[in-house]
């Protein structure tokens, strides 16, 4: 079976400073790997996904992730905090051994944004 | 384009009682997808529709079912309702049924069981 962690449930960063948020998965397969972001009271939206090819997948708003099979990884970074950045984000792997793509998630990691 | 849609978005119930949550995945979408985010919990894995099949399910007992219909529509239903179940229940939809396609997740329906 697959699993996700994040590393640290609450992130506080000011506003201009880097974001990274720790993502590690555990798969006996290559995984598909993704980043949702959610917004207070509504739904997941994709950031970026990695598939196959280029490690380092660029995404909405500034987001950026780097694949790293060896560490089992995928953390994702933004290089400047905005106040909108505030919001719960999930790493997730999709699960290739099973039919569909059924996403498996971490726990999700709440960033707060100070001015 | 519409994205996924699901109602009600707010739904009150009691215990013992059944909950009908729907969910309109995004047009010419086949596969939809449900998720429970209870607090404490994280997101998990309900069910999954196909072409009107079920085709996979997560670790959820037999009171939770659903189906889907010709449309790709999809109701999820849950049954004799415990404290518990109270959540919210995401709905998600894909083109088809591979794995590196983005599932577009709806707004959710917040389910309360007092």
């Known amino acids: 079976a697959q699993s996700v962690t994040q590393l640290g449930s609450h992130v506080s960063v000011s506003e201009g400073a880097l974001v990274l948020l720790r993502c590690n998965y555990s798969?006996?397969?290559?995984?598909?790997l993704f980043w949702y972001v959610q917004y207070p009271n509504q739904g997941l939206q994709l950031l970026l996904k990695?598939?196959?090819?280029?490690?380092l997948v660029k995404g909405i708003n500034g987001f950026e992730a780097e694949f790293k099979k060896s560490e089992t990884s995928f953390h994702l970074t933004k290089p400047s905090a905005h106040m909108s950045d505030a919001a719960e984000y999930f790493c997730a792997v999709s699960d290739l051994q099973a039919a569909g793509n059924k996403l498996t998630f971490g726990g999700g990691t709440r960033v707060l944004v100070k001015p | 384009e519409a994205g996924v849609t699901q109602s009600p978005t707010h739904l009150i119930k009691t215990r013992g009682q059944q909950a009908t949550l729907r969910c309109s995945p995004i047009?010419?979408?086949?596969?939809v997808y449900w998720y429970q985010q209870a607090l404490g919990l994280g997101l998990q894995f309900l069910l999954w529709y196909d072409e009107g099949e079920e085709r996979n399910r997560g670790n959820f007992p037999p009171r939770f079912s659903g189906r889907q219909f010709p449309n790709y529509s999809s109701e999820l239903n849950v049954n004799a309702l415990e404290l518990e179940d109270s959540a919210l229940y995401l709905c998600a939809s894909t083109r088809a049924r591979y794995s590196y396609n983005e599932q577009f997740f709806g707004p959710g329906t917040r389910l309360t069981v007092l």
């Open positions: 798969s006996s397969v290559p995984p598909y």
């Open positions: 990695y598939t196959t090819g280029a490690t």
């Open positions: 047009s010419g979408h086949t596969s």
